[in-house]
């Protein structure tokens, strides 16, 4: 079993940035492929980065690419999430999930991930 915490949520300016961590507890993150998604307001869920375990192989969806960087340290059994240049429409409530050894072609599908954190909220003012 694995529990998942988000933090670093908060208000943002369009422009600005934050760090969102997702730490876990229970077991050693260092085997689990570990995703973030995110779900806007009145909208589904939606992938938005994920690394995998082993090789952190990383795939970002396209309007993040370039602006959001997935990183993980197994050591502190925690992954990051570093959004710069923030847009409006970055905001939503921002969930990190695990999968125990995902391969990369698993990342963007929800349905992959076993574990799930309870979210945190970003929002980004213009």
């Known amino acids: 079993q694995v529990q998942l915490v988000e933090s670093g949520g908060g208000l943002a300016q369009a422009g600005g940035s934050l760090r969102l961590s997702c730490a876990a507890s229970?077991?050693?993150?260092?085997?689990?492929?570990v995703a973030w998604f995110r779900q806007p307001p009145g909208k589904e869920r939606q992938f938005v980065t994920g690394i995998t375990w082993l090789t952190s192989s990383t795939h970002y969806r396209e309007s993040v690419k370039g602006r959001f960087t997935v990183s993980r340290d197994d050591a502190k059994n925690t992954v990051y999430l570093q959004m710069n240049s923030l847009k409006p429409e970055d905001t939503a409530v921002y969930y990190c999930?695990?999968?125990?050894?995902?391969?990369?072609?698993?990342?963007?599908?929800?349905?992959?991930?076993?574990?799930w954190g309870q979210g945190t909220q970003v929002t980004v003012s213009s």
């Open positions: 229970g077991s050693t993150l260092s085997t689990y492929t």
């Open positions: 999930a695990a999968q125990y050894r995902g391969g990369y072609t698993t990342l963007p599908n929800s349905d992959n991930y076993d574990y």
